[in-house]
């Protein structure tokens, strides 16, 4: 115990937490997205429920790291190319997110929106925490994966995952109403949705793509879109006064 409280165990905990946070961006548009077409009565549960879940996921693989660490041997070979138990993970979670993130973009461009019936309520709920449990396994391989490089301790490696999903937990109704406020974040969105899976298929596929430069690239159109809204506000009272 007295080990988590030294000068490298304190900083490796504050390096893991922030990564596990930025990690952890994938998880919370992802479920900002899905939860939004819940009635207003059953967001707010489905969002705890859907990062919960992603808690407990990462924890229960951090206790098999001997597992997760094999999913990385070689399963079958094809053509010159091994592939692995975690690629074929990545690749299947990849192509879901691609695939969920086209058709939201192609229903919030051309379709209609969203009506949810009374008598279709449990079901939908229960798809919505289906689908968020699908990609938080997919997301927390990932994460673990990434913790396990980092750290050699489980215990720091649990503790950065808590405080990681505590700020998931405190932030995921702002970044859902945000998001359901302004169109165009929405659609920036599930843009960045579509990348993710995007570099999950390469990844998948034996290709590996920083993360770092998807991020920058979302990070640099939040960016300009912050700009044009505000923009767009400042325009307003001009219009109204011509």
Request: charged fraction near 15%.
């Amino acid at each position: 115990m007295a080990s988590l409280f030294t000068f490298d165990a304190l900083l490796g905990l504050a390096t893991l937490t922030l990564m596990e946070i930025v990690l952890g961006i994938d998880n919370i548009v992802f479920i900002a997205i899905l939860v939004a077409k819940l009635p207003a009565s059953q967001q707010e549960l489905a969002r705890r429920l859907g990062v919960t879940l992603a808690l407990g996921i990462r924890i229960l693989l951090l206790l098999t790291i001997s597992w997760i660490m094999g999913l990385t041997e070689p399963l079958v070979t094809v053509g010159d190319r091994e592939v692995s138990g975690r690629d074929l993970i990545l690749l299947g979670g990849g192509l879901f997110l691609i695939f969920k993130a086209t058709r939201e973009i192609y229903e919030k461009v051309e379709g209609g929106p969203h009506e949810v019936g009374a008598s279709g309520r449990s079901a939908v709920f229960g798809w919505v925490l289906l689908q968020v449990l699908l990609l938080d396994v997919v997301f927390s391989l990932d994460s673990v994966i990434t913790a396990v490089g980092m750290a050699n301790q489980v215990s720091i490696m649990v503790i950065a995952m808590v405080l990681a999903m505590l700020v998931m937990l405190v932030s995921a109704a702002a970044v859902s109403g945000f998001v359901e406020r302004h169109p165009s974040v929405k659609i920036l969105a599930l843009a960045f949705l579509l990348l993710i899976g995007v570099m999950l298929v390469a990844e998948g596929m034996g290709s590996h793509v920083s993360k770092g430069y998807v991020y920058f690239a979302m990070a640099f159109s939040l960016f300009v879109e912050m700009l044009n809204m505000r923009y767009r506000k400042r325009q307003r009272p001009r219009r109204a006064g011509a």
